[in-house]
């Protein structure tokens, strides 16, 4: 039997959402339990890393990049063409110019892509998968097509797949159609082939953010295969280039145009003025004229500016990718963002506490606790209610007997968690205080 005939091959988002829940596990050769740690362990060998290639790019890439300008040209052939007239020196120089403008751009621009590379190395993504009925944390490049995954608010879904259960499930896939309001998601196969993804309510792809609810997804592709892989690719295609380097190439064009005016003007005047300078002082003098209208210091100058600006933004930071988009970002009159995680570090943390400060903090933190994980939940609130547990009282949250959890809904704006506390049902309602406070009478709001 060949290789290929013992794996599935991954399934674009219009397929699998059109399948029912029994055929999806047929064809994906797996089961509700998860595929077994060998079977994952010899998918990953055949399907490689769930790992989008962001940057393929290597160094020659880079310094062809370098050569690739209208103006490096223009400065080689006024370079050469001093030289066969005898001025040596000044070809010496431009040579000089342009070494000193590819060095220096091909230097920044290496150092650019070794810091995102290492960068990489620190940036680890773990999320829970379902294998052989055994709930395990793995590193979500180890995530293979037929895997279970296990998905909480504040994750973010490691590859393409369908919803095999929801509990009022939402996702913010803005990172793929731009739109800012979260999509509700459900576990209904599809009648029909949807035609754009925001379309397919029962698919979860790469990259987008739960936002509130849980979910388990059976993953259909990973890798490049997914919808934001193919993306990246069709977006990375073709290099556009910054306004900076189309106003290179604009100034590039009009001293030919104007070089190759002049000298046509000026044989046109030698032809029919007779004038006794021979054609090869003409020549002499029409080459002395390309070499003198080239501003051979201008690309050196321009790089160099945009190096002290591209380590000035390192130094806060900023990696730069291409050292022309910093003459494009110094451009920008408006820049326009959002606020929260962008502006601010998306972080929040307890100001104050209303009563028993410890026994307060206590039940807040029971709610914080992931019962099935054994540690904290990793959303923002849950996140500032744990900050500071002792080890006590983490022992304490191992022993609890949580019944059931709410997630946060965006409509309800709470979210609830049911424990049970000596035989007793003890609800713990966190949200917006407006919301819960008319049901609660004997609560004198302050």
Not at 207 to 223: F, H, S, Y
Request: hydrophobic content about 45%; glycine content about 6%.
């Amino acid at each position: 039997m060949a290789k290929e005939e013992l794996f599935p091959e991954p399934l674009l988002y219009q397929k699998a959402a059109i399948f029912k829940h029994a055929e999806l596990f047929q064809y994906l050769k797996t089961t509700d339990h998860g595929i077994s740690q060998e079977e994952s362990m010899r998918r990953a060998t055949f399907y490689g890393p769930n790992r989008i290639k962001t940057d393929d790019t290597h160094w020659y890439d880079i310094f062809i990049d370098q050569c690739k300008s209208s103006f490096v040209y223009l400065l080689l052939i006024a370079s050469v063409l001093s030289f066969f007239i005898g001025d040596h020196i000044e070809a010496i120089m431009i040579a000089i110019f342009l070494g000193v403008n590819i060095g220096l751009g091909f230097f920044q621009e290496m150092r650019a892509l070794h810091a995102r590379s290492s960068l990489r190395k620190y940036i680890v993504h773990h999320i829970r998968v379902r294998r052989a009925g055994s709930t395990k944390d793995i590193n979500a490049e180890e995530v293979v097509v037929g895997d279970m995954v296990i998905i909480n608010a504040g994750d973010i879904v490691p590859a393409d797949g369908v919803w095999v259960s929801t509990t009022r499930l939402e996702v913010d896939e803005s990172i793929l159609s731009g739109e800012s309001l979260p999509i509700k998601k459900t576990t209904t196969p599809l009648t029909k082939a949807p035609a754009d993804y925001f379309k397919a309510l029962n698919c979860g792809f790469s990259q987008t953010k739960v936002v509130a609810g849980t979910g388990t997804l059976l993953v259909t592709a990973i890798g490049d295969a997914t919808v934001a892989g193919s993306l990246f690719v069709s977006t990375n295609r073709h290099h556009e280039p910054s306004e900076f380097e189309r106003g290179i190439q604009r100034l590039s064009t009009m001293l030919f145009a104007l070089v190759s005016i002049t000298i046509l003007v000026l044989v046109v005047l030698k032809i029919f003025l007779q004038h006794e300078t021979s054609m090869v002082e003409l020549v002499v003098f029409g080459i002395a004229m390309v070499v003198g209208a080239v501003p051979e210091a201008l690309p050196f100058v321009t790089t160099f500016s945009m190096s002290r600006g591209a380590i000035h933004l390192a130094k806060k930071g900023v990696i730069i990718k291409r050292l022309s988009v910093i003459e494009d970002l110094g451009g920008v009159d408006i820049f326009c963002t959002d606020k929260t995680g962008t502006l601010t570090e998306n972080a929040l943390s307890v100001a104050s506490i209303w009563g028993q400060s410890k026994e307060v903090r206590a039940w807040a933190r029971y709610s914080a606790w992931d019962a099935q994980a054994k540690h904290f939940k990793d959303g923002v609130f849950d996140i500032a209610i744990a900050k500071g547990a002792t080890k006590s009282e983490i022992a304490a949250c191992r022993r609890l007997k949580i019944e059931s959890t709410i997630p946060f809904d965006p409509i309800t704006r709470v979210e609830q968690t049911t424990i049970i506390d000596g035989g007793k049902r003890v609800y713990i309602i966190k949200g917006v205080p407006e919301m819960f406070f008319p049901a609660i009478p004997k609560v004198k709001r302050v």
